[in-house]
């Protein structure tokens, strides 16, 4: 089993890219499924979720390339429709092939999706959503059986949550049904958005997304294209926190500043200085990191719950007391008893987390319990007197392209063991 082993309290300097993101790569993996004939798509990260992704299209038909940071899919060969359980189970947002499969041959059937242990996610969304666009739909045993008989024609569909998954499968199989869908109350996370661009790129009519009414004009058939898959913001998120634990100066490449703007002004009241500049961000940590304002997770443009956890991390370090309310999952606090055995104090419970800062954390054996969590052991053992040793890190490697690579660039000690 591998294990990350990180060195603790070295100071950062240099350049760091931002990769692209996870989020994004996944859904847009599924859209190709639509696509007729070849699409490309750019700054795909190499991630182990991708490599699902990969073999689940391969797995549907599909001859999927990697050739470096850029991954095509030929779907002209697309003839099955059963995703198997071993990689339903793998990620949570194999979920989003459904929309896509159901659009593209008109059945599909597969298991109930994987994915981090976050508390009960639950899929009833998707499924309601697509019976309202007329699919039929029968679970048995833990699997699904879908058909859309005649096919998939479009609906006015209000969400009562805006989740991500369920918009984004909503869109998928909207694009090339019958007549126009419009989704109220959707998501408005930049991931949506960048599905949209990218499947308007293949031909479809989408329009509205990045807002919460999204229409979907239904279109014959959708073509392949090239496209560049978004920069990371979560990854972002996870450099500025790691720059932050450790009092250093970093520049982040890559990067879309609109995509962080409720993550900044934490950042700010800690005392850090973010100036980004085009696609640039210069980043400066405070001498002595403050506590900062109640941080509300809330679904875009609100603060992401994927950053929750590092930023978490860094408060730890932060003088005064911070308070944390996750509001989108009912148990993504899994990193907190891992962070107090490297010295931190932090009360959780329920949704609210107390961060009492401290003055020095310590090197620990800690154990990543999903993927963000992970990721803030990483930002924790950065800041941290001492030998950290992470393991479990395949939580870490379902979101972070060689989180160890991209560290050591800019001088942290750390190792894959
Ligand atoms: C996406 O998950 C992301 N995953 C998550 O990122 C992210 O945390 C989440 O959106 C929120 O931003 C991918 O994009 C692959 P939701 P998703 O549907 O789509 C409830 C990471 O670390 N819900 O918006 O699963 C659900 O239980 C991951 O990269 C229902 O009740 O999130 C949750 O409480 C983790 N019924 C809330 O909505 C449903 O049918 C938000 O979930 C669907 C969701």
């Known amino acids: 089993m591998q294990r990350l082993v990180i060195e603790g309290e070295k100071k950062l300097s240099g350049e760091i890219s931002v990769h692209g993101a996870k989020n ?6 599924a859209a190709c499924v639509l696509a007729k004939g070849e699409t490309v798509l750019h700054n795909c990260p190499k991630l182990s979720d991708v490599y699902a992704a990969l073999r689940i299209l391969a797995c549907l038909g599909c001859k ?15 003839t099955h429709f059963n995703v198997p359980d071993e990689l339903m189970s793998q990620m949570r947002s194999s979920i989003v092939f459904l929309g896509a499969i159901l659009g593209r041959i008109g059945r599909c059937r597969l298991s109930f999706p994987g994915g981090c242990e976050l508390g009960p996610r639950p899929i009833d969304m998707h499924i309601a959503a697509l019976e309202q666009m007329g699919a039929k739909i029968t679970e048995e045993h833990g699997t699904l059986d879908c058909d859309v008989g005649k096919g998939l024609h479009g609906a006015k569909i209000v969400l009562s949550f805006p989740s991500v998954g369920a918009t984004e499968n909503i869109i998928l199989a909207a694009a090339t049904a019958k007549g126009t869908t419009v989704i109220h109350n959707a998501a408005r996370e930049p991931e ?14 989408i329009s509205g997304f990045g807002e919460d009414t999204v229409y979907i004009e239904g279109v014959k058939e959708l073509h392949g294209c090239e496209y560049e898959v978004m920069p990371d913001r979560i990854v972002l998120a996870t450099y500025m926190s790691a720059a932050a634990i450790t009092g250093s100066e970093l520049t982040f490449k890559n990067i879309r500043v609109q995509d962080v703007e409720a993550i900044i002004p934490v950042f700010e009241q800690m005392g850090c200085a973010v100036c980004p500049i085009e ?40 003088r005064g007391t911070s308070i944390v309310v996750e509001n989108i999952f009912s148990s993504r606090f899994g990193h907190v008893d891992e962070l107090c055995k490297m010295g931190a104090d932090i009360k959780a419970e329920g949704k609210i987390a107390v961060i009492n800062g401290v003055k020095r954390l310590s090197g620990a054996k800690v154990r990543a319990t999903d993927l963000r969590g992970g990721a803030a052991l990483v930002v924790a053992g950065l800041g941290a007197q001492g030998i950290t040793e992470i393991s479990d890190i395949k939580y870490i490697d379902r979101g972070y392209e060689c989180i160890e690579q991209a560290f050591s660039s800019v001088g942290a000690v750390i190792r894959r063991v």
């Open 24 to 29: 994004s790569a996944l859904p847009l993996l």
């Open 64 to 78: 999927c390339i990697r050739e470096e940071g850029s991954v095509s899919v030929n779907t002209d060969s697309l």
């Open 279 to 318: 696609n640039k961000m210069f980043f400066s940590a405070a001498k002595s990191l403050r506590a900062c304002k109640t941080i509300r997770t809330m679904p875009f443009p609100g603060f992401p719950t994927d950053a929750q956890a590092v930023v978490m991390a860094a408060l730890s370090k932060a």
């Open 192 to 205: 949506i958005s960048d599905l949209a661009r990218f499947l308007n790129a293949c031909g479809a009519k």
